[in-house]
């Protein structure tokens, strides 16, 4: 992948690993990722390209086309809400911390099932769907009402919401189940499209371990156990880091040229999805 002649690069992998050497936090990811937001979201499509052809399955296909349909409701959705937080003087930055908070409510709900011994099947893990989407429209209902945003704005927004989810959860199970180990590549792809809207798919999404997880501060461990509830898999700590590193970001954006779909990398990325499978 193309890395700025600018700089040798020796030094971008030498800032590299003193950055992981200094034990990144779940913020540093976040950032990271929406500096270089577009080169993100064209290398995750092509690997998503990548592995439908090799393994001939339009699941991995179908994840950025779910995504899309989730990232364009919550688009209409915040639209929609924009004129009831201005008249109260609410910033997103501010509605956010507050969504993050209800959350984080329904993460100490879930903490009190049972952990399963093993990863949830199919239905175990709709059923789990279910409740964490139910839980998640009573909670927007009365924080919609606290800033006059009309319950119906809420109740279409989450009735378009709900069965992508639904169906991105499904999608993603059903590839886990067949190759756990491309588990960590799905949940980093997800978390790249989710980036336009990461205001509120952040939060909600993170309720299902889309985020980074690892030995990292506050929100790295709750994706952690998140991750092993629902997929019964664990991302190996780091790892997103380096996924940065493959898709070209470097540890600084800006010293990362384009991401384009080129038979190189197209071919970088099926040698990638080969080394995973032969671990399995």
Excluded: C
């Excluded at 929406?34 to 339009?58: C, I, P």
């Excluded at 937080?85 to 910033?91: C, F, G, K, Q, V």
């Amino acid at each position: 992948m193309h890395i700025s002649r600018r700089l040798p690069l020796s030094v971008v992998t030498g800032v590299i690993k003193g950055f992981a050497e200094r034990k990144p936090t779940s913020t540093d990811f976040w950032e990271m990722a929406k500096e270089s937001d577009k080169k993100l979201q064209d290398y995750v499509h092509v690997l998503l390209e990548a592995a439908a052809a090799y393994f001939k399955s339009t699941k991995f296909t179908d994840i950025g086309s779910t995504m899309n349909h989730i990232v364009n409701a919550t688009a209409t959705f915040r639209d929609d809400i924009k004129g009831a937080l201005d008249a109260h003087n609410i910033t997103f930055d501010a509605f956010t911390k507050e969504l993050e908070g209800v959350f984080m409510a329904i993460v100490n709900d879930l903490k009190q099932i049972p952990h399963p011994d093993k990863a949830p099947g199919h239905a175990e893990r709709a059923d789990m769907v279910e409740r964490v989407l139910d839980n998640t429209a009573q909670a927007l209902v009365k924080l919609a009402m606290r800033y006059g945003i009309e319950e119906e704005i809420v109740t279409t927004y989450l009735s378009a919401l709900k069965p992508q989810v639904q169906a991105l959860i499904g999608i993603i199970g059903d590839i886990n189940e067949q190759h756990p180990q491309l588990f960590p590549d799905l949940v980093y792809t997800v978390a790249v499209l989710l980036i336009p809207e990461s205001w509120m798919l952040k939060p909600l999404l993170g309720l299902f371990g889309f985020g980074p997880a690892g030995p990292v501060e506050g929100a790295g461990s709750v994706a952690a156990w998140l991750q092993r509830r629902f997929w019964g898999a664990a991302v190996e700590a780091g790892s997103w880091f380096s996924w940065l590193q493959e898709a070209g970001m470097g540890v600084l954006p800006q010293w990362a040229g384009p991401v384009t779909k080129t038979p190189f990398l197209i071919g970088s990325i099926l040698t990638m999805l080969r080394s995973r499978l032969s671990r399995e």
